[in-house]
């Protein structure tokens, strides 16, 4: 499995990172998510430069000219529900792409112990078609791992790009070894090293999705 981390060397990422986790900034949920949609078209632009493209003649007003254009078939899959402005980043420069979505919670039987439960999913056919998997936060790996299992009842992509803008060093060696013959490359903004007793990431930024939509239940 190919890891990519994007943070290196730094870019404007950084500093769009840095204002998602301090805690005076991200008081403010609408700078929060439009952070989230600029890191996801941050990730967009660089995921584009790895697809395959096809040579094109454009008639101008003066003449012919020659473009390359992706020619591969997008799906962009988010996590809810703090997948939802990483996604629409991503969809901001891949607007072409269709659309998948994966409902995944964790369901704490007490504070140390947790099961991830899927239980929506809405895709469309995925058979050969490149896929970009995004959820924020990469704490464990089970929640991505699980929503990859599930989205492979749609199809067998053609390859899997699988987006994280903070991940647990924990959760990266899972993906890898969960996912390790799978056609998949990883994404990642920055790798913090801990996990804490409830199996949030340290430093971290704490809930991605109640910092973006409000606290839940």
Same mark, same amino acid.
């Given at each position: 499995?190919?890891?990519k981390h994007?943070?290196?060397?730094?870019s404007?990422?950084?500093?769009?990172?840095?204002?998602?986790?301090?805690?005076?900034?991200?008081?403010?949920?609408?700078?929060?998510?439009?952070?989230?949609?600029?890191?996801?078209e941050?990730?967009?632009?660089?995921i584009?430069?790895?697809?395959?493209?096809?040579?094109k003649?454009?008639?101008?007003?003066?003449?012919?000219?020659?473009?390359f254009?992706?020619?591969?078939?997008?799906?962009?899959?988010?996590i809810?529900r703090?997948?939802?402005?990483?996604?629409?980043?991503? #969809?901001?420069?891949? %607007?072409?792409?269709? !659309? @998948?979505?994966?409902?995944?919670?964790?369901k704490?039987a007490d504070? *140390?112990?947790?099961?991830?439960?899927?239980?929506?999913?809405?895709?469309?056919d995925?058979?050969?078609k490149?896929?970009?998997l995004?959820?924020?936060?990469?704490?464990?790996g089970s929640?991505?791992?699980?929503?990859?299992?599930?989205?492979?009842?749609?199809?067998q992509?053609a390859?899997i790009?699988?987006?994280s803008?903070?991940a647990s060093?924990?959760?990266?060696?899972?993906?890898?070894n969960?996912?390790?013959?799978e056609?998949v490359t990883?994404? #990642?903004?920055?790798? %913090?090293?801990?996990? !804490? @007793?409830?199996?949030?990431?340290?430093?971290g930024?704490?809930?991605? *999705?109640?910092?973006?939509?409000?606290?839940?239940?």
């Amino acid at each position: 499995m190919e890891i990519k981390h994007i943070n290196q060397p730094p870019s404007i990422l950084n500093r769009f990172i840095a204002e998602m986790r301090d805690c005076n900034i991200q008081s403010d949920p609408l700078r929060f998510r439009r952070n989230l949609e600029r890191i996801g078209e941050i990730f967009a632009y660089e995921i584009s430069k790895i697809l395959t493209y096809e040579e094109k003649k454009i008639k101008t007003p003066l003449g012919i000219a020659t473009e390359f254009i992706p020619n591969e078939q997008l799906v962009i899959a988010s996590i809810l529900r703090a997948g939802i402005p990483l996604h629409n980043g991503l #969809l901001s420069y891949f %607007d072409r792409a269709e !659309n @998948a979505f994966v409902s995944a919670y964790r369901k704490y039987a007490d504070d *140390g112990n947790f099961d991830i439960h899927i239980e929506y999913i809405s895709a469309p056919d995925l058979n050969n078609k490149t896929i970009i998997l995004a959820d924020p936060m990469l704490a464990t790996g089970s929640s991505m791992e699980l929503a990859y299992q599930a989205l492979k009842a749609n199809g067998q992509a053609a390859h899997i790009h699988i987006v994280s803008i903070i991940a647990s060093q924990t959760g990266v060696d899972y993906i890898v070894n969960m996912l390790k013959d799978e056609p998949v490359t990883l994404w #990642l903004g920055v790798v %913090d090293e801990e996990l !804490n @007793a409830k199996s949030y990431i340290v430093p971290g930024l704490g809930d991605a *999705g109640d910092l973006a939509y409000g606290a839940k239940l």
